[in-house]
């Protein structure tokens, strides 16, 4: 179906009770698509949408001016139906492109679920437009995913109508200070601390756990190199939290989790020492689908500091598996321990052991010795939480009947 230049005065004879074909809603969505949403508006008159959207095979259009332009595909001896001549909202455009079977949003919802129907509907945008999953940082202001520079984005203005304080819409996660934090499974996301002040903090703070409360997802924007003009976003959902490290797991999932905790309850369930889901993606590259979240549930439950060393900087603390996961360790955190990253290295080097009856650390009778792997405090015995017997006798047994080279 295409549409001819008329003089869209014409079109003052006809109303929204015009638009009957349905195929003329998806050819104006074809000529948004060639023209992109700011020359589509500006060609046919029409102003940037502030409420509703209509959706047209999982894409979203500003539905007034939609409906309006459809009218002209349908009638090509008429021309577009011009913004001055109809009203959009509930009784004007979007009743007549329901009319013909298409779903209408309100991207300012008054109510949670229609909020999460908004973020849901968004998201399935996101995917249908995207080239090779990214996005220009353009197209993210446009759609309201994003709005500028800050870590959080709330949208007070757009979100305080379900939370005064205004809900989290969405991340940014650069990886210039946790580059770590972040894989195909989710990404740790710590707590803002800015030069702002601390109440700007607070307020992003707490518009996160709305979000969490709300059961509404996130999304978390990417660049897939440190230069790229072009953004990666993905669907998160906050799924754990951790006041005292200042930080919330986000794990990347199409639906929501079925509960979010806060407080460390690993010594409420049976310990399981082996069950990882770890898979080889080709020849060399392993895929941990639970490494975030083991990382994030060994920090709640030990605490964000090495015992051996002391050392707390967040930058330099790694969860360790006992039980590794190549030989098939599971992802509770008590198959884990926090050490820094030297020590985690010549522990996975087998420089040093944990006797299990003792929780004392041991070295090679060749060294290297405690002084010179910087091991200030040689002992688990202070720690609050203790990693699971049986995973650390496993590894124990490893360590001693292991040939050392």
């Known amino acids: 179906m295409t549409q001819q230049p008329v003089d869209s005065s014409l079109g003052r004879s006809l109303s929204l009770s015009a638009l009957t074909d349905p195929a003329a809603v998806r050819a104006a969505a074809a000529r948004h698509d060639e023209l992109g949403l700011a020359d589509f508006l500006t060609e046919y008159g029409f102003k940037p949408p502030d409420q509703y959207w209509v959706v047209v095979e999982d894409r979203l259009y500003p539905a007034k001016a939609l409906a309006g332009i459809a009218i002209g595909f349908q009638h090509p001896g008429h021309g577009p139906l011009p913004h001055t001549r109809f009203s959009g909202g509930v009784v004007g455009a979007n009743r007549a492109l329901e009319r013909v079977g298409f779903s209408v949003l309100d991207s300012r919802p008054t109510a949670v679920e229609g909020e999460l129907r908004w973020r849901l509907a968004l998201w399935r945008h996101l995917q249908a437009t995207s080239v090779d999953g990214l996005l220009t940082p353009a197209t993210l202001r446009a759609m309201g995913v994003y709005g500028g520079a800050q870590g959080i984005w709330i949208d007070l203005n757009r979100t305080k109508s379900i939370d005064p304080n205004g809900v989290a819409v969405a991340v940014l996660h650069t990886g210039a200070r946790y580059a770590e934090d972040l894989d195909e499974s989710g990404v740790i996301y710590h707590y803002p601390d800015t030069a702002r002040g601390p109440a700007r903090d607070a307020r992003e703070i707490a518009a996160m756990k709305a979000a969490s409360e709300l059961g509404l997802p996130l999304f978390v924007i990417t660049s897939p190199t440190p230069t790229s003009a072009q953004r990666r976003v993905r669907l998160g959902w906050i799924t754990d939290g951790d006041d005292d490290n200042r930080a919330f797991l986000i794990t990347f999932a199409e639906t929501a989790p079925s509960r979010v905790q806060w407080d460390?309850?690993?010594?409420?369930?049976?310990?399981?020492?082996?069950?990882?889901?770890?898979?080889?993606?080709?020849?060399?590259?392993?895929?941990?689908?639970?490494?975030?979240?083991?990382?994030?549930?060994?920090?709640?439950?030990?605490?964000?500091?090495?015992?051996?060393?002391?050392?707390?900087?967040?930058?330099?603390?790694?969860?360790?598996?006992?039980?590794?996961?190549?030989?098939?360790?599971?992802?509770?955190?008590?198959?884990?321990?926090?050490?820094?990253?030297?020590?985690?290295?010549?522990?996975?080097?087998?420089?040093?052991?944990?006797?299990?009856?003792?929780?004392?650390?041991?070295?090679?009778?060749?060294?290297?010795?405690?002084?010179?792997m910087g091991i200030h405090t040689p002992t688990l015995t202070a720690l609050p939480h203790r990693p699971a017997p049986e995973a650390l006798r496993w590894r124990y047994q490893q360590w001693t009947t292991t040939p050392t080279s």
Do not use: W
Not at 345 to 362: S, V
């Open 264 to 372: 460390d309850h690993s010594d409420d369930e049976p310990f399981a020492a082996f069950g990882n889901r770890s898979r080889r993606v080709g020849r060399t590259v392993q895929h941990r689908p639970d490494q975030q979240a083991f990382k994030f549930k060994v920090l709640r439950r030990y605490g964000a500091r090495c015992p051996l060393s002391g050392v707390t900087v967040p930058q330099m603390l790694e969860a360790a598996h006992l039980i590794p996961d190549s030989q098939g360790g599971s992802s509770d955190p008590r198959n884990g321990l926090v050490l820094n990253a030297a020590l985690h290295r010549a522990f996975d080097a087998g420089l040093f052991a944990i006797n299990p009856d003792t929780l004392t650390i041991e070295t090679l009778p060749a060294g290297p010795t405690l002084q010179d």
